[in-house]
C-alpha cells in the first residue's frame, strides 16, 4: 500500500507539472465557456417551464406522491412486509445487477429514488412547450448525461459492489483504481481518456486483422490491401470496400471468427479493401472530393491494373457508404458504369432524421469546431470518439468509470473496444464540408445541390443494383432514415434490417449464430410498411447478403494471388497507414 500511494504522488506531480507547462504554452487567450451552447439551451427550457407554473407545480406534486409512496413502502419492508417496487430498472440496465441493489432494503430505497428522480427529470424537460425540435433534442441529450453521471452505481458509497471490494480488500481497489485513474490521464496527455481494454494485449497483424494480404496500391489518401484466396476459383467481378474513415477498416477484420473479409474470402470473392491514413496536419486541405478521387476512383483504375478486370461490386460501410454513394452520383453523370452493385452498412444518405448525433449539429458547435480544426488542420480522434460513446454513456463512459476506478479492475481484452479505441483524425477541408452539407443542410439528398469535381451530383442518376444493410438499434445512422436513404436511387433496391446497433448488426457472422433479420422483396412507402410486411429470419444476414451479390459474380475464374497481376505487393497486410496512431 505504501509503495502504491508513493507512485500515486510521484505520478501525480508529474501529472500537474506537465498540465501547468502546457497551459503556460497554449497561450492562446480564453476559450469560450460553453462553446457546445449547452446553457443556452438550458435557460431557454428553463424560462419557457417557469412561464407554466401550474404546469411545473403538477410535475413535482407527481414526484412528491412518487417519493412518499417510495418511503411507505420502504418502511413496510424495513418492518419485513413484502412490497412491490415503486419503480424498477429496465431488463438490459446492468447498473443494477448486484443482487444487493434488491436484496437490502437501503440499497433497494437508493436505486428507486435515482430512478423516480431520473424519470422525473426527463418526462419534465421532455413537456416542456415552444423549444423548438433543436434545442428540445439537445436538452433531452444532456439531461440523460446528467441523469447517467449522478446514478448512485457510480459512487463509493452508494454501491454496494464497490463497498463490499472495499472493506474486503482493505481499500486497495481504490488505490489501485487510482493508479488507473492516473495511467489514463497520463495516456491522454492530462485528458481523461478511459481504458475501454487491456491495450496491450492486441497488435496488428498479429491477433488482430490478421486475414492474410498484401497492399498493392496506395495514394496520400489510402493503401489498397488485395486479400489472399483461400478457394480454387473466385467471382470474376472483384470486392471493393469502402470502409469510413472515421475509425478504421479492420472493424471488418477483427479476429479469424469475426472477420467479414475472411468470410467474404472464403465465399470466393476477390477482396479488397480500402485502408485510410490517419492524417495529420499536412493533410488538412484534403476534402470531400480528394478523398473520393484517392479512394474508390483510384482504386477502380488499381483493381483493372490488378486483376484485369474493369467492373466491380462495390460495399460502403457508414461514411464509406456516403462517399460510395456520392462516387456513384458521380460516375452516373460522366457516364461511368464500372461498378455493377453496390451495397451499403448502416449508410445515411438522406440526414432529415440524422438522430442523436444531429444535438452535436449546429451552427454555434460546428464554429467551435471548425476553429479547433484550424488551430491543429485535423479534429482529433478522441474528440470524435468521446462523441460516439455519450450516445451510449452507461456502457461506453460509466461501466468503465466504476471497473478500472472505483473496483480497480483491469480493463478486460476484447477486440471490439481495441478498435473503438483506436480512433483516426479528421482533415479539416473534408470534415467541414461532410458536417456542413451532409449533416446540417442534407444538400445530398438534394438533386444538384452538391458539386464534386465541378459535377452537380444527383442520386436519383443512380441505376445500379444496390442492397441496403442497416441496424435496428443502431444510434449513429438510424435505420428509418438509412430506409429514406435508399428511396433516393432509381435502380433496384433491396433493403435488409439487422438486429442490434452500428456495429454489432453488421459484424455478426453465421457461425456465431445470433440475433436475426429482416428482408422483404419490395421497398414499401415508409419503413413501417416496410417492416410491418418484411419477413424475420434468425440468424446472421451475411448468407442473404451473398445470395444477392452472387447475381453480380459475372461467373468464375480461377483464383488470384495478391501481386500476380500488373501491380506488384507493396508489403503484407494490414499495411502501415493503419498502424499510425494518434499521437
Not at 455478426?508 to 413501417?528: F, G, Q, R, V
Amino acid at each position: 500500500m505504501s509503495r502504491a500511494m508513493t507512485r500515486i504522488a510521484e505520478q501525480s506531480q508529474r501529472l500537474v507539472s506537465e498540465f501547468l507547462s502546457r497551459q503556460a504554452a497554449d497561450g492562446a487567450g480564453p476559450k469560450s465557456p460553453d462553446p457546445m451552447g449547452v446553457g443556452h439551451a438550458f435557460l431557454e427550457m428553463t424560462t419557457r417551464m417557469m412561464a407554466d407554473p401550474a404546469k411545473l407545480m403538477q410535475a413535482q406534486m407527481s414526484l412528491w406522491q412518487d417519493y412518499l409512496t417510495l418511503w411507505q413502502r420502504t418502511t413496510q419492508r424495513f418492518f419485513g412486509q413484502d412490497t412491490q417496487p415503486v419503480i424498477a430498472p429496465a431488463k438490459d440496465d446492468r447498473r443494477f445487477k448486484d443482487s444487493a441493489w434488491d436484496e437490502n432494503t437501503l440499497f433497494d430505497f437508493i436505486k428507486q429514488s435515482y430512478l423516480l428522480s431520473a424519470r422525473w427529470m426527463q418526462s419534465t424537460v421532455n413537456q416542456v412547450d415552444g423549444l423548438d425540435d433543436h434545442t428540445a433534442k439537445k436538452v433531452d441529450f444532456y439531461t440523460r448525461q446528467f441523469v447517467d453521471a449522478m446514478a448512485p452505481s457510480n459512487f463509493v458509497m452508494t454501491n454496494p459492489e464497490v463497498l463490499r471490494a472495499t472493506i474486503e480488500s482493505g481499500g486497495e481497489n481504490l488505490v489501485k483504481g487510482l493508479e488507473h485513474l492516473l495511467k489514463d490521464l497520463e495516456r491522454g496527455k492530462g485528458e481523461l481518456r478511459i481504458s475501454m481494454t487491456d491495450y496491450d494485449a492486441f497488435q496488428l497483424g498479429k491477433n488482430i486483422a490478421v486475414t492474410p494480404g498484401k497492399v498493392v496500391f496506395q495514394t496520400s489518401l489510402m493503401q489498397l490491401i488485395q486479400y489472399t484466396p483461400t478457394t480454387p476459383d473466385v467471382n470474376k467481378r472483384p470486392l471493393m470496400i469502402v470502409p469510413p474513415w472515421i475509425n478504421k477498416f479492420y472493424i471488418l477484420d477483427l479476429r479469424e471468427k469475426n472477420s467479414f473479409i475472411k468470410w467474404a474470402v472464403d465465399q470466393g470473392h476477390t477482396v479488397f479493401i480500402l485502408s485510410w491514413v490517419n492524417p495529420d496536419e499536412t493533410l488538412a486541405a484534403k476534402g470531400f472530393e480528394d478523398y473520393m478521387v484517392e479512394g474508390p476512383l483510384a482504386a477502380l483504375d488499381a483493381i483493372e491494373k490488378a486483376t484485369g478486370e474493369k467492373d466491380v461490386n462495390a460495399i460502403g460501410y457508414c461514411l464509406g457508404g456516403t462517399l460510395l454513394a456520392s462516387t456513384l452520383a458521380y460516375m452516373a453523370a460522366k457516364k461511368d458504369d464500372r461498378i455493377k452493385s453496390a451495397t451499403f452498412f448502416t449508410t445515411m444518405l438522406d440526414f432529415t432524421e440524422a438522430g442523436e448525433l444531429s444535438v452535436f449539429i449546429d451552427e454555434e458547435q460546428l464554429t467551435f469546431i471548425e476553429g479547433q480544426m484550424a488551430e491543429q488542420g485535423f479534429l482529433d480522434g478522441s474528440k470524435m470518439a468521446t462523441t460516439f460513446n455519450m450516445l451510449r454513456a452507461n456502457d461506453l463512459i460509466w461501466s468503465f468509470v466504476v471497473n478500472n476506478y472505483l473496483l480497480g479492475k483491469d480493463p478486460f481484452p476484447f477486440d471490439l473496444l481495441y478498435w473503438n479505441g483506436d480512433s483516426t483524425r479528421m482533415p479539416a477541408a473534408m470534415h467541414s464540408f461532410y458536417l456542413r452539407n451532409m449533416y446540417q443542410k442534407n444538400m445530398l439528398a438534394q438533386p444538384g445541390a452538391v458539386t464534386l469535381k465541378g459535377v452537380p451530383i444527383d442520386l436519383g442518376k443512380v441505376k445500379v443494383p444496390t442492397l441496403f444493410l442497416s441496424a435496428r438499434e443502431d444510434h449513429i445512422a438510424p435505420w428509418k432514415s438509412t430506409y429514406s436513404g435508399a428511396q433516393l436511387f432509381s435502380g433496384p433496391v433491396k433493403f435488409v434490417l439487422g438486429a442490434s446497433g452500428h456495429i454489432a448488426g453488421v459484424v455478426n457472422p453465421p457461425a456465431a449464430n445470433k440475433y436475426c433479420y429482416w428482408t422483404s422483396d419490395k421497398l414499401a412507402k415508409t419503413s413501417d410498411e416496410w417492416l410491418e410486411k418484411a419477413t424475420q429470419s434468425p440468424g446472421s444476414w451475411w448468407p442473404e447478403w451473398n445470395k444477392w451479390i452472387g447475381q453480380y459474380a459475372n461467373g468464375k475464374v480461377p483464383a488470384r494471388q495478391p501481386g500476380d497481376g500488373a501491380l506488384p505487393a507493396l508489403e503484407d497486410a494490414p499495411g502501415s497507414y493503419v498502424k499510425v496512431k494518434n499521437a
